[in-house]
């Protein structure tokens, strides 16, 4: 989840969100309107989804959103649930996935609270909590298409092609859904005659502009060979690139969640964008690094090595994350890696750029000792599955306590 803030990238999930309402007005800041079927907000964006797509906004640029009194928003009979559900519209994610896990340790057979909880692990990036969440609620009744439906986004996420194809079809088979037959049919293997050896799949959500995604495929698939050769390991099947020519391209510095988004595919703004930038050229790496990662530790990856991992590839410069660390390492003040596991989102705005100096200069520390092979062995423990704490010492030797240690005298060199 970054210069960019991410496990978001917030999220411009396609499915149907409980917090979302259906059929609203957006009114901008401009005096514009945008008539939606849907809109939610995910911290400093309010995304909506309409004929099928979804869009994002920052939210700075919108007066209101007015919800059409033909449809009025569904209300939740489980108290906790409504409480969870207005928290997640301003957007508390953190503090209504709270709510919703104590809920469901008074009354674990709660529907609507599971897939609450799968919808807001979603944005929290935590895939494989919001697969569990999916996965229970389905058990209580088989026979609901969301719960399907949430999985198919929760196995996307992960990089399981096939076993969001098989959720997406439980849903469908149960409730016709043409946005949900839409994400479906992009699924799809590429048709008969098409290469076989495509490592992108490119879609434009919006106005076409082949030059930009000549330069962008070439890009990415000159990044795609270095980054295999580095880790050891390439995507088994292709990545998808949806270039959003219809969403404004975010300026340096901004949160990756205002950005891009890898959950299934590589999701990038690029409106007003003509030609390959610096920071386009970052972004794009960036991206595509989360999706490596991700195929390769199936969504099991603590936030700063999956952050860290993506810095490093893009080409952020390590040694001025090293210094930025070095004053905190000598006050004993330097952030404890074992608590950035979590979505950066969950920080306060002071301290992200910490977490991600941290993470940049952690895995940093992780090739300082063991090269990229050692790098390499760490995300493959992570993908067989084995928590983190075991998953260093066997990958590089170390507990987390004597490799925060060991990194901590490293900055006070």
Not at 74 to 91: H, S
Not at 362 to 367: D, E, K, R, S, Y
Request: aromatic share 6%; proline share 6%; hydrophobic share 45%.
């Amino acid at each position: 989840m970054h210069r960019r803030s991410r496990p978001a990238l917030g999220a411009l999930f396609l499915f149907l969100a409980l917090s979302a309402r259906a059929g609203d007005t957006i009114v901008l800041t401009n005096g514009r309107v945008i008539q939606a079927d849907r809109t939610w907000f995910e911290g400093a964006q309010l995304y909506y989804e309409k004929a099928g797509a979804v869009f994002g906004l920052p939210r700075s640029l919108v007066k209101s959103v007015e919800a059409q009194a033909t449809e009025p928003a569904v209300r939740p009979a489980d108290p906790d649930v409504a409480r969870a559900l207005e928290m997640t519209r301003t957007g508390q994610d953190s503090e209504a996935l709270r709510v919703l896990r104590a809920s469901l340790q008074r009354e674990p057979r709660n529907l609507q609270a599971l897939q609450l909880m799968a919808e807001v692990s979603m944005r929290l990036r935590d895939f494989r909590g919001a697969a569990d969440a999916a996965a229970r609620a389905i058990r209580l009744d088989e026979r609901d298409p969301r719960s399907h439906a949430l999985l198919g986004d929760a196995s996307l996420a992960q990089g399981d092609w096939r076993g969001a194809a098989s959720a997406y079809r439980a849903s469908l088979r149960l409730k016709p859904d043409a946005a949900l037959q839409k994400k479906l049919t992009e699924l799809q293997p590429p048709q008969a005659g098409a290469s076989s050896g495509a490592l992108f799949r490119l879609r434009y959500d919006g106005a076409v502009n082949e030059p930009l995604g000549v330069a962008v495929l070439q890009l990415l698939t000159d990044a795609f060979a270095e980054y295999g050769r580095r880790l050891g390991f390439s995507p088994p099947e292709p990545v998808t690139v949806i270039l959003q020519t219809e969403t404004d391209f975010q300026v340096a510095g901004t949160p990756a969640w205002a950005e891009g988004l890898y959950d299934g595919a590589v999701r990038i703004p690029v409106k007003g964008v003509e030609q390959m930038t610096p920071h386009l050229r970052g972004l794009l790496r960036h991206e595509l690094a989360h999706s490596f990662v991700t195929s390769r530790t199936g969504g099991n990856c603590p936030t700063w090595v999956q952050e860290g991992v993506a810095q490093w590839l893009e080409g952020s410069d390590y040694a001025r994350a090293d210094q930025s660390l070095a004053p905190r390492a000598r006050k004993g003040a330097l952030p404890a890696l074992l608590t950035l596991e979590a979505p950066f989102q969950n920080l306060a705005p002071a301290d992200v750029p910490v977490a991600y100096a941290a993470s940049l200069s952690g895995v940093a520390h992780v090739l300082r000792l063991r090269r990229e092979e050692g790098l390499a062995r760490l995300l493959a423990a992570l993908g067989d599955g084995l928590p983190s704490e075991e998953a260093l010492p066997v990958s590089i030797g170390l507990s987390y306590g004597e490799f925060q240690k060991s990194w901590e005298q490293q900055l006070l060199r």
